[in-house]
């Protein structure tokens, strides 16, 4: 469970964030939309330890953040691979710091490999790889030391429209398999509804919590509920809110 509370982050007498309060039950999946600028990669960057706020804290599990962890994975809008090991190698890297031998090191990167669909590329290097298939390497690594969390910053973001949207899918099956706490940051809506449990919508800068949406779809999700009623209607809704708030 994640636990937010009283955030403030200021930048040179510039707050990103202010009275931030935000929870998130064990295997939920959360997105937090809003206009750029707003505060949402700061808020995830705080949660993930890499930036620290200038007030309020950050609980998981009951216990404050004092900076990254592998009970938190990340995923960025850039892959961020190594570009002189393999895709094999980019997932043991991340693999290092965990108390089994080289062989389970290997078989559980071949796993999460398999688990994103790349079964056949362990050997390929960063640059032989298209930019869908680096984030799945991407997502592989963070997955493959079994966080309790997974942040996830646009991911998608710099994909082109068809590679985004088998990149949602991807990621909803695979966390529908193997069910964990998830944030999202994203600046679209419909990638927000389509994937996520909650939709939380953050005003502009100094960026707080507006409002919060369920998300009652059912699952497992189908690419066809984004043409249905009720998929565009909450769409609207929020598209609604984030509108009215800027």
């Known amino acids: 469970m ?8 200021v930048f040179h007498n510039v707050t990103a964030l202010d009275g931030v309060d935000l929870s998130l039950d064990e295997n939920e999946f959360v997105s937090l939309v809003g206009v750029s600028g707003c505060g949402k990669s700061t808020l995830l960057n705080i949660i993930a330890g890499l930036a620290e706020p200038t007030t309020g804290e950050v609980l998981v599990g009951g216990q404050p953040v004092t900076g990254p962890g592998r009970d938190r994975g990340v995923v960025f809008q ?27 090191r290997r078989a559980r990167a071949r796993e999460h490999l398999e688990l994103v669909g790349l079964a056949g590329f362990e050997d390929a290097f960063p640059a032989q790889l298209s930019g869908g298939m680096q984030q799945r390497v991407a997502l592989a690594r963070s997955l493959s ?37 998830v944030l999202f ?39 066809e509920q984004q043409s249905e009623p009720e998929f565009l209607q909450l769409t609207a809704h929020l598209l609604a809110q984030i509108r009215g708030a800027a």
């Open 185 to 223: 940051v994203t600046h679209d809506i419909e990638e927000a509804v389509y994937i996520s449990d909650r939709v939380v919508t953050m005003t502009p800068r100094p960026g707080r919590i507006l409002a919060e949406t369920a998300v009652a779809l059912p699952r497992p999700r189908r690419v």
């Open 2 to 9: 994640i636990e937010i509370r009283g955030l403030t982050k």
């Open 78 to 104: 850039s892959s961020t691979l190594l570009p002189w090991k393999t895709a094999q190698g980019n997932v043991e890297f991340a693999l290092r710091g965990e108390p089994i031998s080289r062989d389970e």
């Open 145 to 181: 030391y079994r966080p309790s969390i997974l942040l996830m910053d646009e991911p998608f973001g710099a994909l082109d429209a068809l590679t985004r949207r088998d990149m949602q899918e991807l990621l909803t099956i695979v966390w529908e398999a193997h069910r964990l706490t």
